[in-house]
């Protein structure tokens, strides 16, 4: 199991080495701003509007608990509990890689498995994708959004791309897994 592990984090790490020097002047100039949390506010408070706005009140409260739920969730599994616990450090942090990493922001901090950007971002659009069934053309806007600012993370030399994948997939799981409990819930509320 172990060899099978190393041959793995290798893989990652070459993965990463190649995704991350793929870089352009271009890229390089938006990259930092794509995956920085605060860039994207305006875009979370027209999500909030949006649904005020195309949903009855109540169900506009709901949906929006539901997305910061969903959100904070895929951010404690992630930063709280995997980062520390299986405690794989980043890329650029790893001394190995040193001088090989194309690096446009500050490191952070020290373990990355698994990705909160990614978790977070999955979760939004898992959460949107349930939601928004009658609104598709955002849907996948959605989605194309959460990844890039998923691949941002690779890009700009923080995360490898095993550190993304497990963090999409993680939050996208949260996303679908408190949605079908919200639903039972919902039902059996409506059956008293």
Same mark, same amino acid.
């Given at each position: 199991?172990? *060899?099978?592990?190393?041959? @793995? =984090?290798? /893989? ?6 190649? !995704?991350?020097?793929?870089? $352009? ?31 009855? *009140?109540?169900?506009?409260? @709901? =949906?929006? /608990? ?6 904070? !969730?895929?951010?404690?599994? $992630? ?114």
């Amino acid at each position: 199991m172990e *060899k099978f592990i190393d041959e @793995i =984090s290798t /893989l990652d790490q070459k993965l990463f080495l190649f !995704l991350n020097g793929c870089h $352009t002047p271009f890229f390089d100039a938006i990259m930092p701003w794509i995956t920085g949390r605060e860039s994207w506010i305006p875009l979370y408070l027209f999500i909030i509007v949006f649904i005020a706005y195309k949903f009855p *009140k109540k169900q506009a409260i @709901i =949906s929006v /608990l539901f997305i910061i739920a969903v959100v904070g !969730l895929a951010d404690y599994l $992630t930063s709280g509990i995997m980062k520390p616990y299986f405690e794989r450090v980043r890329p650029c942090h790893e001394t190995s890689l040193a001088g090989m990493i194309h690096m446009l922001v500050n490191c952070g901090g020290e373990y990355g498995f698994a990705s909160s950007h990614a978790a977070n971002s999955f979760a939004l659009f898992g959460s949107l994708f349930l939601i928004l069934k009658k609104y598709p053309f955002f849907k996948y806007l959605m989605l194309l959004w959460a990844i890039l600012v998923s691949y941002s993370r690779i890009y700009v030399g923080v995360h490898y791309l095993g550190d993304v994948l497990v963090g999409g997939l993680i939050g996208f799981l949260i996303s679908l897994t408190l949605y079908k409990f919200l639903s039972i819930t919902l039902i059996k509320l409506k059956q008293k």
